[in-house]
């Protein structure tokens, strides 16, 4: 890519990226981040389009700058479990795999910055707070997927759609204020999808959504657009 003026020795490219605020690249120094932006490409990908598949071969690493990544894993006989969701400025990647474990799938439009493999690993190796930033990750994910298990193995039906939607609440806007009391956002699975990741059914996934409804805890619009008065209230409801 061709190299962009720089601004404060940050390339324009990074000036306004959340990931650099609040993602991985905010351990680089503006050199780093100036060599990664010559061979880095912002692009976008549609809702369904597979990012990487399950077993595939990793070419290169990206920061998402907007939107939802579905991750998932499919059984030999082509049953599908959804494993995760990544928001922006998650990392979407394995450092020193070469292989992905999982299948990432664009859960609605994306914004990505993408960069090689290679570079990123070699900026590992010269920069210890890029490979401590990329560790807090991992063990970010680590605790949420904690979380998942009890969630999956011990809350009820209700409670599981509530902490469903509360997730997307607290990570579907990096930039909201973080003590906010109202969210609004459209529901980046679909009600199928959503259903797997709870290990629900899609009836009583529309049954709790309406019960939630009637109770006045969210409003629903054009069946997607998903709006909650009192995020504590529902905190209360996922048994939070």
């Given at each position: ?91 979407l990647g394995r450092p020193f795999r ?143």
């Open positions: 890519m061709r190299k962009d003026i720089h601004s404060a020795g940050i390339p324009v490219l990074c000036v306004s990226c959340e990931a650099r605020h609040r993602g991985i690249c905010g351990s680089l120094t503006p050199d780093q981040l100036a060599t990664l932006a010559r061979s880095s490409v912002k692009h976008k990908a549609e809702p369904s389009r597979e990012l990487v598949g399950d077993a595939e071969s990793i070419e290169r690493y990206s920061n998402i700058l907007s939107g939802v990544v579905k991750l998932s894993k499919t059984l030999s006989d082509g049953r599908q479990q959804i494993v995760g969701l990544q928001f922006a400025p998650d990392f070469r292989e992905s474990a999982v299948t990432a799938e664009a859960a609605t439009e994306l914004e990505l910055c993408s960069f090689p493999r290679a570079a990123v690993e070699r900026m590992m190796a010269e920069q210890p707070d890029l490979e401590h930033r990329l560790l807090e990750q991992t063990l970010k994910e680590l605790d949420q997927a904690r979380d998942w298990m009890v969630m999956l193995g011990r809350k009820t039906a209700a409670e599981k759609v509530a902490s469903f939607l509360l997730m997307i609440a607290r990570n579907i806007d990096p930039t909201a204020d973080p003590d906010r009391r109202t969210a609004a956002f459209d529901l980046p699975l679909s009600r199928a999808d959503i259903a797997d990741f709870l290990g629900l059914t899609i009836e009583t996934i529309s049954r709790q959504l309406t019960r939630l409804r009637a109770e006045g805890l969210i409003r629903i619009e054009h069946n997607r657009h998903v709006t909650i008065g009192d995020l504590d209230r529902l905190a209360d409801r996922a048994g939070d």
